[in-house]
């Protein structure tokens, strides 16, 4: 394994461009509605105050986290994950828990009060990881839909 970890939301607009060419089948593993023109769309959430971590392992991307922080009512400074993705193909290989950490230290350096991610109802297998991860269910969450998407 030769794993790094790369920031795209430290590095230049320029540099972005190929790195997103090459974790865009990744990240539709999750999300396959995202938008057609994917590098602009992820650069509109950059730009807004999004962040994103890749881990790669021989340069190839292989886990993705899509992260923002705002402050709450409820729990201070909140670290909150949009995107937790590992390549289908490359599960239970350590890679989910690698970024999985490199996201809690991304939010403690920042110093974060609370840690927190939404997943689907029918990820099962997702939910046992965050559950061996020390993860807990403090609640539900709620949404209607106002557009469609």
């Not at 030769?2 to 230049?12: D, G, Y």
């Not at 340069?59 to 986290?65: R, S, Y």
């Not at 909140?78 to 230290?105: I, M, N, P, W």
Request: aromatic fraction near 10%.
């Amino acid at each position: 394994m030769n794993l790094t970890i790369l920031r795209l939301h430290e590095l230049p607009v320029s540099q972005r461009a190929l790195i997103f060419a090459a974790a865009e089948q990744l990240h539709r593993q999750l999300r396959p509605k995202l938008p057609q023109e994917y590098a602009t769309y992820m650069e509109t959430m950059l730009h807004e105050g999004a962040g994103m971590l890749v881990l790669s392992d021989e340069d190839l991307p292989v886990a993705i986290g899509v992260f923002r922080m705002n402050h709450t009512t409820f729990a201070g400074l909140r670290f909150y994950v949009d995107d937790l993705v590992t390549d289908e193909a490359k599960r239970s290989r350590g890679y989910g828990k690698y970024l999985l950490d490199a996201l809690k230290q991304e939010a403690t350096a920042k110093g974060c009060h609370a840690f927190t991610l939404e997943s689907g109802s029918q990820r099962a297998q997702a939910h046992k990881f965050y559950f061996r991860e020390g993860m807990t269910i403090p609640g539900f969450s709620f949404q209607s839909s106002l557009s469609a998407w």
